[in-house]
């Protein structure tokens, strides 16, 4: 999806459980301090992410901030803090994206690897508007197509309105089409767009994440005729099925690489992953309609 900014704001076009982590750095915890170079303040950007520090620090404003002193962060110690900025008669929408900002070409390209099909994207949020303004975060899943293939979009919108604490928040995906998920583009935004943004809007947003339906809805008396273990285990995996006749597992890393797979074989299927990395994955179970029935986590630990 193309997506047309000028230099100091953004406008998105748009026609409108278990968590597997679809970008670095989701809780904003890792950041990189730049030093001052007058007349540019010193200012600290949040790592894996872009934003328009750079141009904007230039003219001696920041319009994303390092969330650290208590009350700022929902968890851990630091939060995305974004001000939308007055800046010579302009006004600069305070925005952060895993995309790459194109100040010439005026646009966000771009994005992360990605292949899953989440179904909402959750997280924590504070909002201070001004004259009815709105924030917004969110995630377009894109096709082999690139910008303009979109397969999913959602976008959560704050409220009009001052939220002083931090607030859970939850918004299901629209998906377009059925072909695969290449690759995942995260917009952050303190003011609505290009023409609905007022200076000093502050928006936070904190533990960013996509969300999974565990299992997809089924019966109890089902997830026991499906069950995967033991887990964790040093890479060896039991999957006891009698639940579907035919199916496949497949297995993706925490950035959400496809990296296994493994048709289902009768009634018991060993999956060996021994030799893989240590440490957390996600898999999904599918039927031989390609419905996901179960996706879980799994941990590979000696």
Known sequence: MKKIFTLFSIFVFSNT???AQ??????FESWTHVAAS?????????????????????????????????????????????????????????????????TTSQTIGGGIPYTLRPDSLVGYYKYTPVTGDNGFAEIQLLGAG?????????RFVTPATTVGTYTRFSKAIVYRSVNPV????????SS????????????????LNLAFTSSAGITEQAQLQLTVGPNPSNGIFLITNTLIKKGVFVLYDVTGRKVAEKNLEGTSTVVDLNGFPLGLYI????????????????????
């Open 283 to 302: 898999y999904a179970i599918r039927d031989e309609k390609n419905k996901v029935i179960k996706t879980d986590k799994v941990i590979i630990q000696k």
């Open 22 to 27: 679809a970008t670095p750095n989701p809780g």
């Open 192 to 207: 609505k767009d290009a023409v609905t943004h007022f200076a000093n809007s502050t928006a936070y947003f904190d533990d």
């Open 17 to 19: 459980v278990i968590f």
């Open 38 to 102: 007058f007349p540019a303040p010193a200012y600290d950007t949040p790592d894996n992410w872009n934003t328009l520090n750079s141009t904007t620090a230039g003219l001696g404003q920041i319009t994303c901030v390092k969330g650290s002193v208590a009350g700022e962060f929902h968890s851990g110690a630091a939060a995305i803090k974004l001000i939308t900025k007055s800046i010579l008669g302009q006004v600069a929408n305070g925005i952060a994206t895993t995309g790459t900002i194109n």
């Open 182 to 189: 290449v690759k995942s583009i995260w917009i952050l935004s």
């Open 146 to 154: 690139g910008d303009t293939d979109t397969i999913g979009y959602v």
